[in-house]
């Protein structure tokens, strides 16, 4: 760890973010994992693409461009043929290019986790790692708990067929030395035009081998992180820039769940479950939410199995002859690695009953470019811009350039402007299936439409919707493409459903499309989508202007009365919804940091971030009028989707559009002070 930052101490309850975000950022993921439910494990490899963040670029000589010139040379020709491989191919290709160690390639076994023997390669205990440290090699470090890592190596993007492509446009040829930098360099920086092209060299580059002749690179792991060293290497800029981690979960990881799906048998499932600690025990990543991401994921199950991931597509499996089927998804919006989610289990797709004439998707798992009625007759995918005009959608109001960094977005797209319902589908454990179809699945096209009504372009091209089995511990969590509702929905009023499906579906926007700089202003997530699932719940029913404004102030009395009794039994530390106060965003010079409270047990069962934040919310609209505050949200939709924001970037932008405020004695300097920088609420 760089800055002696390996030591940080943070509180009893603080949650440490050790990744030198500041030095390197990892820019995509390529998982290839397989799930093990008789160890309760899931193990495999993730490439990680670099791109270092501050420092001198090196300069070039005229000798440094001839020995560049002499390497690009070697590059081998684009082979259409060139697929990704199997886990039997990959482990051969590993051990003709001595993929593990310096020994003859003839001695290496497959190169997966089970033939390992426990033995990692490349590891140091504390004592051999401190040392090392004073040689001052440069250090990456990576989020990571509660994983038992294997093997970490780089890998040879130059062995790629066909990499040279990305090279056509340069003027002169790459420095000596440094043709794989320049390589990673030009894919990251592809425009969102080439997406697909720039997905298949990162799928080509994943299966690559290491450098031949090249040994691992050292690493260690402490309670919170990996740390990993090149020897020799000081500076970000010469560190490699693809990394291949061979690793397994550990059955008791924080960040997943494994557990029986209740349906009178052994079935096993397993599913992230939204722990204080994300996703770190899941993978080695970036847990800082400004290291945005865009990923590929290929997770290997039994046959019987449903593998739903964080997606832009609606995966088909395929079957492998091992038995097991094989899923592969990917996203192209660029995401704080937290957002990542998975499920496996024997899920069960709901169905909308024959006799309701709706429409529904004709497979469990297929890509989502057909439908079909419920005489099974086929269609493309369904226009729904007669549901938007029906329904009184604004037309337009969505257009504009948009600000965030180059992704293929869906603000840019008519149809998507057009398109109120996006494809869904739900999901279920098989003894839940009956309600789901009675009580959720009805409700879920109506909740979506009303969210394009108030908010504008669904920001993901579909979404899938997971009960989830018993041990739940949220009522939901809403993830890229992909939501989880706890069954207990199940047991309540329609109201209950509705509104749940409304609040994660307002996670679309707020939470996802919007994301908090820092994680301890949870209340932009939470606030915003607890203020939206009354409006989308009393769009969804149609109300009139007096039932809705009924509806809201009685909503509000409820959860006045939650908040209240909330204050008078928590600390009055948890009470604060920007606890860093004026360092909310501050980082340390690698970029680590912590999250205050972010362990406290007590903090998963509050409210104060929902609650207190829908009432901030409220109080501000009441200063604006309720329709011209929706007005605004979707103007602040419009203008941040895709970024990450502070309190003060959503205050601001509202003090400056409606001016009558500041007139009226409102400003930064006292919201602050009155609602984010003190606890309870004022009076």
Known sequence: MQSGEANLDPNKDDLPLRANTNHMLVKHYVLDLEVHFDRKTISGNIVLFLEPGKGALAESSDADLELGKAELEEIPEADPSYTSLSSSEQSNLEAQHQFCLNEPAGSQTAATVENYDDKQVGEHDTESWEEEATCKDFTLVLDCCDLTVLKVEEVDVASVPGMKVLLNDCEQPPQAGRLSFTLVERLLALSSARWQEQHDFYRQCSTAPCPRGAAPLSFHTDSWSLQLRKRGLHSPHDFPRVLRIWYETQPTGASVRWTRTQDGRLVCCVYTMGSPINNRALFPCQEPPVAMSTWQATLRAPSLNTALLSGENQAVPVQEDSGLSRWTYYVTMPMPASTFTLAVG??????????????????????????????????????????????????????????????????????????????????????????????????????????????????????????????????????????????????????????????????????????????????????????????????????????????LHLRALLRWRRLHDELQNSEQELQILRPHKESTGVVSESGASTVKHGLNPDKPFMQVHYLKGYFLLKFLAGFTGHEQFLAFLRLFVRTYHGQLVLSQDFLQMLLDHFPDMKRRGLSLRGIYADWLDAPGIPK
Request: overall charge negative; hydrophobic content about 40%; proline content about 6%.
């Open 346 to 551: 024997q899920w069960q797709e709901a169905r909308v009953k024959p006799l309701t004439g709706a429409h529904v998707l004709t497979e469990p798992h297929n890509s989502g470019s057909e439908a079909s009625t419920s005489d099974g007759s086929s269609l493309d995918k369904v226009d729904h811009s007669a549901d938007q005009s029906s329904q009184g959608a604004p037309a337009g109001g969505d257009e504009g350039t948009c600000s965030h960094m180059d992704y293929p977005c869906r603000y840019t797209l008519d149809q998507a402007r057009r398109e109120a319902v996006i494809p869904h589908r739900v999901f279920s454990p098989a003894s839940l299936l009956q309600q789901v179809e009675a009580k959720v699945l009805p409700l879920l096209p109506a909740c979506l439409a009303a969210a394009h009504i108030v908010l504008g372009v669904h920001p993901f091209s579909h979404l899938d919707v997971l009960i989830v089995p018993s041990g739940f511990s949220s009522l939901g969590m809403a993830s890229p493409h992909i939501a989880f509702l706890s069954q207990s929905v199940l047991a309540g009023p329609r109201d209950l459903s509705g509104a749940r499906l409304c609040h994660e579906i307002a996670h679309a926007w707020f939470g996802l499309a919007i994301g908090a700089r820092d994680w301890t202003e949870e209340w932009i997530s939470e606030g915003f989508a607890t203020f939206l699932e009354d409006v989308l719940w009393a769009k969804v029913q149609k109300l009139s202007q007096g039932e809705e404004e009924e509806r």
